[in-house]
C-alpha cells in the first residue's frame, strides 16, 4: 500500500487503480527527462511491463521495477530515489504523536483550557491543532500551496524553501514560542512534571509529522510541475532562483554575479543619464546664446534634463533579509556614481549609520565589516525602533527631492511598528519605495506588519531573485 502526500489515511483503492498507478509512472517519466535523465520509448514501454509482471503490491519492487527498466547510468540513480517517493509516497503516513485530551484528566483537561483561554484565537487554534494531533486536509495544503507559490515552481531544490514558507504561514515560529510560555504557565499551576514532559514529546511528534506532511506535499507538487515541463526546457537559472532556496555555493555564485550585473546596470543608467542632458529645446538659452551671431541660431541649447537621485536606504539585515540585503547594498556601493546622494542605514534591532563604509575602495569589505558589526539573531528584529532612531537622529537626511527605500520584509517580532514615525517620514520624503521578498499572500501572517505600511508607500516591488533586485534598481534610479 502507498500513502499519497497529505494523505490521513490509507488511500489503497486510488492507488489500485490501474489508472492511477499508470498516470503516475507516465508522470514520473516526465519528470526524470525533464531532469536530464535519457529515457527511450521503449525503456519506458519496459517499464510497464515490469509493473504488470511484478505488481504494485510490494512496494519496494515495484521501485525497483521502475528503476531497473527506466535508469540506465549510475548517476542517474540519485535523481530517480529523489522523485520516486514524490509520485508514490513514502510509504508511511504522517507520524502524529495522537490526541493530548484522551490522556488527560478531568482536571488537566480543565487547567490546560484554562490556559488557553489568554492566547489569541488564530493562536489557540493552531496550538490546540497540534495538540489533537490532527493531520493537515488535501484542502488546507493546497491553499498553503497557493499561498507560497507553490505551483509556479518546478524545481525539486526548492523543497525545503518551500516547506519552511508553508510553516511560517502557519505560525510555527510563533506556536513554538506560545507553546513554550503555555508549559511555563501549567507548571506555575500546579500540572506536574512528568505530564509536562509527556505534552512536550506528543507535541513535537505531532509538529514533526505535520512538517514531513508539508515536505512531502511540497515534493510532489514540485515534481508534478516538473513533469509538466516541456522535454529539453531547462530549469530557472541561479539569477531566478528565490533567496531563501539558495545554497551557500549559490550565494558565492550569486555575490560574483551581482558585481557583473551592477556593472551591466552602472553602465546602462550612466548612458541613459546621460542623454537625458539633451532634453526639450531651450529657446531662451539659444537666443541669448546666439546674440554674438547677431540672433542666427548657430548653436543650440537644450534644458539639462539630468537629475541624478538622492535616496535614503533602509535595511533589514536580520537573518530572514540579511542576503538579499547584502545584495542591495553591494548594488548601491557600485551605483554610487550614478546617484546623487546616498544616506544608507542598516538595522535589525537598531539603527546604524553605514554611509562611511562606503567610502573605503573595497565594497565586499565595506559590507563584510557591516554584517560583522551587526551579526543576525534568531526573532530580534525592532523596525519600529529603528524607526525612532532615524526620526530622532537622521531625519533631517530626507528632503523633497530624496527617495524613501526600505529594503525588509515588515516582520518585527510583535514589537510596535511606529506606523507614526514611518508615515512622517513618508510625508516628507519625494516618494516611498518598499521591497520585499515575500509575496503578498503572506503580509500579515504571523508577526508581519506589511498591510500597515503598505497604504505609506508609492511602491512596492517584490525581490525574491537576484532578476528581480537587479531590475527593482534599475527601477528605482530611472529618472
Known sequence: MFYAAGATRRVAPAVNNG??????????????????????????????????????????????????????????????????????????????????????????????????????ENLRNRMERLMSGQPLSREELEQLGQMVGLNQLDDIRYQDWLRQRMERALAFPEVREALRELMQQLAEMGMTPDRLQQMRELIQQNMAGMQQQLNQFAGERLAENLSERPPGESADSLLNRPFEALTDADKKALQREVQRLAAALRTRIALRQKRAKNGQLDAKATIRANLKHGGVPLEIRHRDRLRKPRIVVLCDISTSMRFCSELMLTFLYTLQGQVSKTHAFAFIDHLEYISADFSIADGNQAIRGVLRRMPAGSYNTDLGYSLKNYTDSYFDTLNGQTTLLIVGDGRNNYNDPRIDLFQKMTRRAARTVWMTPEPPSLWGTGDSDMPAYVPLCDNILQVRTLADLAAAVDRLLTV
Open 19 to 120: 489508472e492511477f498507478v499508470e498516470s503516475r509512472i507516465l508522470q514520473l517519466i516526465s519528470a526524470l527527462r525533464a531532469s536530464g535523465v535519457r529515457i527511450s520509448l521503449a525503456e519506458s514501454a519496459e517499464s510497464f511491463s515490469a509493473v504488470d509482471l511484478m505488481g504494485i503490491q510490494d512496494r519496494e519492487q515495484f521501485r525497483l521495477s521502475l528503476r531497473a527498466t527506466l535508469i540506465k547510468d549510475a548517476r542517474d540513480i540519485p535523481t530517480f530515489d529523489k522523485l520516486f517517493p514524490l509520485f508514490f509516497g513514502s510509504g508511511q503516513p504522517p507520524m502524529m504523536g495522537g490526541n493530548l485530551s484522551e490522556n488527560l484528566t478531568p482536571e488537566e483537561a480543565q487547567m490546560l483550557a484554562q490556559a488557553l483561554r489568554e492566547y489569541a
